[in-house]
């Protein structure tokens, strides 16, 4: 004859109750959401985690004191001048095996182009170590060197501000291979972002100038979209620098969009163009000698 419930009751062990409680406290729904990554990974919680990833970099700006940044793009491809000039004897020795080969031609000239690139990553460093010299004093940190996070340009950028001790940000992204932050930014000020459109917003919400280096898709990219926001005025205008007029004249024809009729005589009037780290800084800091604050875009 089965025990009844009431047999079966009165036979249980304080074990077996204890057993069931682990349980229930292993289960994901007794985790609370705020710690349970599995949930806050579900599809529905995507406009949570987009606010979560404003928020962040935002509070931690706040609290050390970020006032304001000034914004580096370029190349990863652009490396110091002793390692570019490896990589160019590595293509012409590859090369020298098989003269004829076409791919490694192309590899030899795309090798002496990033070798004549690589002055850009001294004048990087150096820009770097003069806006950082000259804004940072005590907590009250303007001008802040803000970069993608990532290697070549952005690497010298940060670099440069670590040369004299000074705060740098780098706003890395999750991508399908790995990319590993630049050991030159400050530990505290180095953010990984999941949403494009939020790292975006950070690289502009404080921004006084953006300087872009010669460099590739996602340099133009950011730089299209500053020219964007500054020309439709959804932001207060800012100085944007093309570093090196010679590469940009030859990758982007401006005076076309004009003679096209895509784009206002005056929006050439949006970029003007340097050549070394103490000329940009000086149309910079010109530019904001008689302005007010900029103000956030609108909406924002």
Excluded at 39 to 60: D, G, H, N, T, W
Excluded at 154 to 164: C, I, T
Aim: contains cysteine; hydrophobic residues 35%; aromatic residues 8%.
């Amino acid at each position: 004859m089965a025990p009844s419930q009431t047999e079966s009751a009165m036979n249980e062990t304080l074990e077996d109750q204890q057993a069931r409680i682990e349980k229930i406290k292993a289960s994901s729904s007794y985790r609370q959401a705020h710690i349970d990554a599995e949930f806050l990974s579900r599809e529905a919680l995507r406009p949570i985690r987009l606010q979560l990833e404003l928020l962040k970099p935002e509070i931690i700006q706040e609290e050390l004191g970020v006032q304001s940044t000034v914004v580096v793009f370029g190349g990863t491809r652009i490396v110091p001048q002793e390692e570019a000039n490896q990589q160019l004897q590595k293509a012409q020795a590859e090369l020298d095996k098989n003269p004829e080969d076409p791919t490694l031609q192309r590899d030899l000239r795309i090798a002496k182009n990033v070798a004549r690139k690589a002055p850009y990553y001294e004048e990087a460093r150096r820009f770097g170590n003069i806006v950082s010299s000259s804004c940072q004093i005590d907590r009250n940190c303007d001008y802040v060197v803000v970069t993608g996070g990532g290697p070549g340009i952005m690497e010298a950028a940060n670099r440069g501000a670590h040369d004299v001790g000074a705060k740098s940000i780098g706003l890395n992204i999750t991508l399908p291979f790995e990319q590993e932050p630049n050991s030159y930014i400050s530990p505290e000020l180095c953010f990984e972002f999941k949403y494009f459109a939020i790292r975006k917003m950070h690289f502009l919400m404080r921004a006084k100038a953006m300087v872009a280096f010669p460099g590739g898709y996602g340099t133009m990219d950011e730089l299209f979209e500053t020219l964007t926001l500054i020309q439709t005025q959804r932001m207060d205008p800012i100085p944007v620098i093309l570093f090196g007029k010679e590469f940009w004249d030859k990758l982007v024809n401006f005076e076309n969009f004009v003679e096209e009729g895509t784009i206002s005589p005056k929006d050439l009037e949006l970029f003007s163009y340097a050549e070394t780290a103490e000329e940009a800084w000086q149309t910079i800091t010109e530019f904001h000698r008689d302005r007010p604050q900029p103000k956030l875009p609108r909406g924002q």
